[in-house]
Every structure is written in C-alpha cells, then in structure tokens.
C-alpha cells in the first residue's frame, strides 16, 4: 500500500513512525507548506518524493491514501478532495471545525465509497482500550467520566513547541476527544450538552479556558475541564468512574482508583495509540470495511460540538 502524508509537524512525524512498523506499507510522498522541511523529512525517512501541493500528490498513481496532519481549518476541503480524486483518506482531529463541513464529508465518502477515518486516537490508545473490552463484555458501565485537559499554551506554539502556522482550539479539537470518547464508551449519543467559556484570548482570539458537562439518555455523566493557561502538569488526565471500580488513564497508562497499576501492554500489537490508529486504516483498506471512528461512527461527536458553539456563541 502506498500513503501520502501531508503535514511534516509533530503528529505528521508521529504518523511516519508507526507506519514505518506496519509490513507492506510504503510511504511515497510527504507535502508541507515549506519546501525545505518536506524535503528534510523526506530525507530522513527515505521518502522518494517532497513537495508542497497536496493537489499535485493526489493525482500521483503511486499514491492509493493520505493521511492529512495539516491545520484544523484545512481538514474538511482535504478529505472531501482526496476521495473525491480516488484515495482513501485518514484525517486527524477534528475532521471540520463545523458541524456543516462535518456533514459535507460524510456525504463525499458515502457518495465515492473511499476509506474516511478521523484521528479519534482515544478509541485507540490501549488505556481506554482495555476500559472499553471490559465494557463490551459486560464487567463495566460507566456512570461518569471526569476528564482534565490542560496545556500551557498563551502563545501560538505546537506540540513540540515550535511556532504554529494556524490556531488551535478548545472546542473543536481539544474537547472532541472527550465528547467522542464518552460516547463511544457509553455507546449512546450524549441527550443534554452544555459549555461556559473564559475570556477570548486578545491575540489568539480563541478562549483560554472551557468548561463542559453532559449527561446521555440514562443518566451517564460527562465532566470536561479544558484551559490553555495551566502552568504543568500538562496533557488530557481520564477518570472512568464506573459500577464495578474506578480507572484513571494518562496518556497510555492506567491505574486503579487506588493507584495501582494495570498492565496494558498485551491489549494490542503496541502500546503506541497512533502506530494502532494507522493499523486499522490499513486493515480497512485492505479488508474493504469501514474502519473504527470512521466519519460515520464519530459524526455524533461532531453534532454535540456544533451545539456547544451555538451556546457559547450566545454567551458573548
């Protein structure tokens, strides 16, 4: 199978690396909005071809998908031209910054038949795997999800803290792992959704601070702290407080409400949630399946978000 990657920033290295693990796999062109940097991954991991029109790539014969790691606001218009010119299509999250542009692509892949799966890399990391086997085999329900997503963040930078090109947002990024989350591990589609955010960031002009609470048709609960002004310690903290114990996952680690430790490491062929994530768009391609967190399985996360903006955007 051949792949494109499009973005040459953290997650679009983070990708390369576990491609680079998955037989029959090649990778035959990296696009980044500068030239030079595209070249210099492509250097260094023995990519044969570097450039900076994503167009120009998907008309390559030698290129069956893409995976697009490029700035939120370009997601949707990416994927919808990617399948729209035959290729099967990974985008990482979120998949539009609006519910519409959300709609639009399920439509496109629905109507071309392509591969469409979005980066929900919670579905996958072997932490939240292992809450959502017990769950599926009936030892678990969850009755809240407490869930502290924190950065520090009061200037324009990324993931690897270099200077961004674009800006990132609570909402639309942040907030959908945990809206998709929640619903993919209670399997139901959140009934009430509310948000309040802090004040809009006079350069950024996005809010530093989010708070959001949801409830599903049974009563399970949802508790979402987001701030980009948290001074450490950093990253999405996950509290499962369920009818049969409390989990608390980090990254890819668990722990019991008592914090001990749960050994997660024969969950899946790796630890490594995105080497697990790029798996299974592999696996869906070469089965002719949908893959999970495909545009169709994670639109209810998008429709809660559209909501939320409808509320916060009354607020001001």
Known sequence: MKIALAGTGAFGIKHLDGLANIDGVTVTSVVSRRLEQAEEVANKYGIAHAGTDLDEVLARDDVDAVILCTPTQMHASQAIAAMRAGKHVQVEIPVADSWADAQEVQRVQLETGKVCMVGHTRRFNPSHQWVHHRIAAGELAVQQMDVQTYFFRRSNMNAAGNPRSWTDHLLWHHAAHTVDLFQYQTGEQAQLAYAVQGPIHPELGIAMDMGIIMRTPSGKVCTLSLSFNNDGPLGTFFRYICDNG????????????????????????????????????????????????????VLGCYRVLGDLERQLDSQQ
């Open 246 to 297: 409390t989990y608390i996952a980090r990254y890819d680690d668990l722990v019991n409400g008592r914090e001990e430790f749960i050994d997660v490491s024969k969950v899946d062929v790796s630890t490594n949630g995105i080497e697990i994530q790029d798996r299974e768009f592999v696996a869906a391609i070469r089965e002719g399946r949908e893959p999970n967190s495909s545009i169709g399985s």
